[in-house]
């Protein structure tokens, strides 16, 4: 099985709904996101995929996100915009544009709000 890991990030504000404390105040985050992928075959010129076009998807799936404060973003509307909750956002978006080839499969996202504060979303 090979493992491929892109790191990345994007800013954007947030606010918690239902919570207790300071967080459900608007307030503002460098996100910082690791995104892994896995499968067992290489492609014929023996890459799992491209460090860049996996770096393009991302890119595209922080366009909905970045310089944006989350609470408005569709999905963020309904569910709160925990790190939890992004961790699993980007998740599925990925897996979602990476669905063309059937060989690759995300293993899971890490999302840090701060140096020393992370959520991980995994199947």
Known sequence: ????????RFSSA??????NGKCENLHGHNWKVEVSVQGIELNNINLLIDF???????????EELDHKLL?????????NPSCENIAFYIYKKLADALSFNNKIKVS????????DSNATYYE
């Open 108 to 115: 899971k996202v890490c999302v840090w709000e701060t140096d």
């Open 52 to 62: 860049k076009e996996l770096k393009k998807i991302l890119k595209n799936i922080f």
């Open 1 to 8: 099985m090979f493992e491929l890991k892109i790191k990345s």
């Open 14 to 19: 947030h606010f918690l709904r239902d919570y």
């Open 71 to 79: 609470n408005e973003v569709e999905f963020f509307i309904t569910n």
